[in-house]
């Protein structure tokens, strides 16, 4: 029988691991609860095989209070028990907070080893397992757990970074599995109409319509899409949403945040590094690029990439080709990209931090995702879409907020957009014991903005000004053809904010007042 080490010398595995995880995504749109779960425990059977392990396991936590969802494959039966499902579970539930994989032996020590890990082992009679949560959001939303019987299994470290990357692909894809069929459950009356790609995409206002419309017409294409928004305004779910929607959605959605990595390590996430091409790669890594082949790219942040790595991006973009660290051999790559950022890219094309000839080649179809004080009317059904998520996972049925509480919601300014909202909302569910939601200490905290500089050389005093003068020009005429927000490029609630945020106020002088009373 083939030991790891054996397989991690030998390119196959990949090839398998990755060819099992591809055909299993592609098979999971169309597919009924039975042959879903079919699907998972052919790709359990490859991958198992390809590594030479005796029995593999995915555990899917749905995100309702529903139990979580198990299939496993084992090389003979009866080697995992109904005991060691048990016991996996238990060990898993400890994991669930964390998206850090683990490697169990009953020959390691006992340091730093999660409570239970030794009781799964034996009741499963195995020698070794490695644990690898996976999921497309902060907390996992299901975990891969393989298990070798025999003595000395050398789990290594590349082969549990991969499996936690294909595990990331493969949950994304379960979760949007998940959420079709929730939808399909509720029968004809509950689906939405129009260009409604997710229904995690709350809301009904102009603004975010207008999102939506642009969202609906490039979809189904391959052409490249830059969301342009505030941090927390969902450019998370409008990627999934175009994936999800267009002609590549049989293959993975692959995402890569460009701004949480050290600038040393991007270039690997992105493209790969081959063995020993740095201090550290014990083992060829497949980047971002190679496994998203045939699918979608999602760079997140991708005003944060370094100019160093602006240029490789491009060739990518260009060319289609690239290189892993340390190797000098070109691997072609057929992606569609979908881009986001909160920063202003122009801006970064001026000050010399961002690559112009970038810049137009990801700026194809640009969509701007409204921050939430531009669509405050939506306010009221976020809250109470955030209400019967999050109470599902807490002993708490509210089914009442009061007027007051929802007015000081939709009057708040939410620097946070939905993300500081979904806090906010929680902290209430939390604070809240009977059926109506009560806001924690009078509602969220508001943000003081900072003090407007009077120096007239500083771009804020610029702004101001050029603001000031237009606004005048217009008669102080925010909305309309040829008037304010039309001149200066801006929607009219993005301009009223930003008069706010620079102290903006019209003062009239006594003669353009209007009386308040006219004489008799």
Excluded at 199 to 218: F, H, N
Aim: hydrophobic letters at 40%; aromatic letters at 4%; a neutral charge.
């Amino acid at each position: 029988m083939m030991t790891i080490t054996e397989a991690t010398r030998c390119t196959d595995w990949r090839r398998v691991l990755n060819q099992a995880v591809r055909q299993c995504v592609s098979n999971l749109d169309g597919l009924d609860g039975f042959d879903t779960a079919a699907t998972v425990r052919t790709m359990l059977a490859e991958i198992g095989k390809a590594l030479a392990v005796d029995s593999a396991a995915l555990i899917e936590f749905p995100e309702h209070a529903r139990p979580a969802t198990g299939h496993d494959w084992h090389r003979s039966p009866g080697l995992v028990s109904a005991g060691g499902v048990s016991s996996l579970l238990s060990v898993i539930d400890q994991l669930k907070v964390e998206r850090t994989p683990i490697v169990i032996s009953e020959e390691g020590s006992d340091q730093g080893l999660v409570p239970g890990a030794r009781t799964f082992l034996r009741r499963a009679s195995l020698q070794s397992a490695a644990i690898v949560p996976a999921g497309v959001s902060l907390r996992p939303t299901c975990v891969w757990a393989f298990g070798a019987r025999r003595i000395g299994y050398d789990w290594a470290e590349g082969l549990v970074d991969h499996l936690q990357i294909l595990g990331d692909i493969l949950a994304g894809a379960l979760q949007r599995r998940s959420r079709s069929a929730a939808i399909e459950s509720h029968g004809p009356a509950h689906r939405t109409t129009g260009p409604r790609p997710s229904d995690d995409i709350v809301g009904d206002s102009p603004a975010l319509k207008a999102a939506l419309q642009k969202l609906d017409e490039v979809a189904n294409t391959e052409s490249t899409v830059l969301l342009l928004g505030e941090t927390g305004t969902g450019k998370e779910l409008f990627a999934r949403a175009l994936h999800a929607r267009g002609p590549r959605r049989a293959s993975p959605l692959v995402s890569v945040n460009c701004g949480a990595l050290p600038p040393t390590l991007i270039e690997s996430e992105l493209f790969g590094h081959q063995r020993g091409a740095f201090t550290g790669a014990v083992a060829l890594r497949q980047g971002r690029f190679e496994l998203a082949h045939r699918g979608t790219l999602f760079l997140d942040e991708i005003g944060d990439l370094p100019l160093d790595l602006q240029a490789k991006l491009l060739r990518v973009l260009q060319e289609g080709i690239f290189e892993r660290v340390g190797s000098s051999h070109s691997h072609s790559v057929d992606v569609r990209i979908i881009a986001a950022t909160h920063h202003d890219l122009m801006q970064g094309v001026a000050a010399g931090t961002f690559r112009a000839d970038l810049y137009y080649r990801l700026n194809v179809f640009p969509i701007r995702l409204p921050p939430l004080r531009e669509r405050r009317e939506d306010i009221p059904a976020l809250v109470w879409s955030i209400i019967r998520r999050r109470q599902q996972t807490m002993p708490r049925r509210v089914t009442r907020v009061p007027d007051d509480a929802m007015a000081v919601l939709q009057n708040h300014s939410w620097p946070g957009n939905v993300r500081e909202l979904e806090n906010v909302v929680e902290r209430a569910l939390i604070h809240s014991t009977g059926d109506t939601l009560v806001l924690l200490d009078g509602g969220p905290e508001a943000v003081e903005a900072p003090p407007v500089p009077t120096d007239g050389s500083t771009l804020v005093s610029v702004e101001r000004s050029h603001i000031q003068e237009v606004l005048q020009a217009c008669g102080w005429r925010i909305n309309g053809l040829g008037n304010a927000a039309e001149r200066l490029g801006l929607h009219p609630n993005t301009l009223r904010f930003r008069m706010k945020k620079l102290g903006i106020i019209r003062h009239e002088s006594i003669r353009q007042r209007r009386p308040a009373y006219r004489a008799s």
